[in-house]
């Protein structure tokens, strides 16, 4: 649909490239003046846009209303507007649209990653479907604030970042031994009388 040039170029730096592409595979059009406009299971079908400023000019009629989507990520235009004046040509240039629509997946994809409590292989499909419906278990999920990248566990940080214990002093030398040790103690023989003779080790 769009080579990896083009959305090196225009995708959100923060999305990985690989998910960037696989998101547009699964909700992108190639169709930059693409609108739906949907009420609950209604879809409202007004003439197709020639034009970006006729596209707009649909978007603002609809916006607040309706579910409108539009550009070649389908993106939500009613998302973080108080105003349908808001709505510019901007949402149906390609490079800006993937731009906006990255940026929001993007946020879409850590809510999930950080509610699966890790970035595992189910997150890209909950993400996608978040994408379609708007919804991420019953909450309106374009909405919600972006908890920002997941940290990874502590079992996953650098061998610098984990606390060594602290060094291990040398055993003392025979020499350093306490004399009144009474292991380190001469072996004593006794000698005919009583007496006793202290031997060295």
């Given amino acids: 649909m769009f080579d990896a040039a083009f959305l090196e170029q225009c995708a959100d730096p923060g999305v990985k490239i690989e998910i960037v592409e696989r998101f547009i595979a699964a909700v992108g059009t190639e169709n930059p003046l693409a609108i739906s406009i949907t009420s609950g299971n209604r879809i409202i079908l007004p003439g197709l846009p020639k ?14 209303s309706a579910v409108v989507r539009a550009g070649v990520t389908n993106y939500p235009v009613g998302v973080g507007i ?13 490079c800006t649209n993937v731009r906006m629509g990255t940026v929001l997946f993007g946020k879409v994809y850590r809510i999930i990653a950080h509610a699966h409590g890790a970035d595992d292989g189910a997150v ?3 993400a ?12 309106y999920v374009f909405a919600e ?7 990874p566990d502590v079992g996953e940080r650098d061998d610098a970042e984990v ?7 040398d055993p003392p030398s025979p ?13 004593r023989v006794m000698l005919p009388g ?3 003779q202290k031997e060295a080790h």
């Fill in 82 to 94: 108080s105003d349908p004046t808001e709505i510019t040509t901007d949402v149906f240039d390609p």
């Fill in 175 to 187: 020499s350093d031994t306490d004399p009144l040790d009474p292991n380190e103690a001469g072996i």
């Fill in 124 to 126: 890209l499909g909950d």
């Fill in 128 to 139: 996608l479907e978040a994408w379609r419906t708007g919804q991420y278990e019953g909450t």
């Fill in 51 to 64: 034009t970006p400023e006729e596209a707009a000019r649909l978007a603002q009629r609809f916006v607040g």
């Fill in 145 to 151: 604030p972006d908890p920002g990248p997941l940290q």
């Fill in 163 to 169: 606390e060594q214990p602290p060094p291990i002093d």
């Fill in 194 to 196: 009583g007496m006793f």
